[in-house]
């Protein structure tokens, strides 16, 4: 099926196995670059040379703050652009989850927030620009 992905660039975080690497696939297959991001290098690495298109491994907790952007920025720095993100990563911390620990609403805020905040908010930056 052709989804009309050819030439276009993907972030897929949380994409070193299950269902970040599964879409990784996908999109590749799909004629999609795609931004490889996770902290498992190995896995990574062996990822992109299974992948059909061109990819971009970019090992990174996106639990520590400026991480997202960090992926954003490198990401349209190799492709040139940016148009998906496919926000997969994931961490659990086991224990209470009432009591709140601030170190670990951080790390949270970081991985699911922030790291859908930074495409948009360079995407807007660019258009005020233009």
């Known amino acids: 099926m052709d989804l009309l992905l050819s030439n276009k660039v993907a972030i897929v975080t949380g994409a070193s196995r299950g269902i ?5 696939e996908t999109l590749s297959v799909e004629g999609m670059k795609v931004a490889l991001v996770a902290r498992s290098p190995a896995e990574l690495e062996s ?9 971009h491994v970019q090992i990174v907790d996106l639990r ?3 991480s997202a952007n960090q ?7 190799k492709f040139g652009s ?12 086991r224990g209470d989850f009432l009591a709140p620990h601030r170190r670990r609403m951080d790390r949270w805020l970081c991985l699911e927030i922030l790291c859908s905040h930074a495409p948009v908010a360079r995407r807007v930056a660019s258009s005020a620009s233009q």
């Open 64 to 66: 520590e703050p400026d």
């Open 20 to 24: 970040g690497k599964a879409i990784a």
């Open 71 to 77: 992926v954003v920025a490198s990401t349209i720095e």
């Open 82 to 93: 940016l148009d998906l993100l496919v926000n997969n990563a994931g961490a659990t911390k």
């Open 47 to 55: 990822l992109a040379k299974s992948l059909p298109n061109e990819s």
